[in-house]
Nanobody, 126 residues
């Protein structure tokens, strides 16, 4: 059974950093999967932040987080990370990890993903 478990969320001041982790089980990164990070703020739709192939260097990054957020993976640990720097109050949301079979991350559309983690809260506030 494929499972995704997020960790690393919390409260951080504006300008601070957090590193989220998504530990995947039930499948191997050696297979062709796309893993992504999404977020949903209160009253807003869930949006794709960054998605990447489990085997190839293909990566998608949302324009509003380019230069601040970086997605990476450790294939040996079946884990995907999201390094978030220069955080802003508008980054406050529940952050989710998701996965689907495939090769290209495309535009990180949430409707394409059928496996989801439980989410981790990120709050940026002074």
């Amino acid at each position: 059974q494929l499972q995704l478990v997020e960790s690393g969320g919390g409260l951080v001041q504006p300008g601070g950093s957090l590193r989220l982790s998504c530990a995947a089980s039930g499948f191997s990164f050696q297979d062709h999967y796309v893993i992504g990070w999404f977020r949903q703020a209160p009253g807003k739709e869930r949006e794709g932040i960054s998605c990447m192939s489990s085997r190839l260097p293909n990566t998608y990054v949302l324009d509003s987080v380019k230069g601040r957020f970086t997605i990476s993976r450790d294939n040996a640990k079946n884990t995907v990370f999201l390094q978030m720097d220069s955080l802003k109050p508008e980054d406050t949301a529940i952050y989710y990890c998701a996965a689907r079979q495939g090769v290209s991350p495309g535009t990180c559309g949430r409707w394409e993903y059928n496996y989801w983690g439980q989410g981790t809260q990120v709050t940026v506030s002074s």
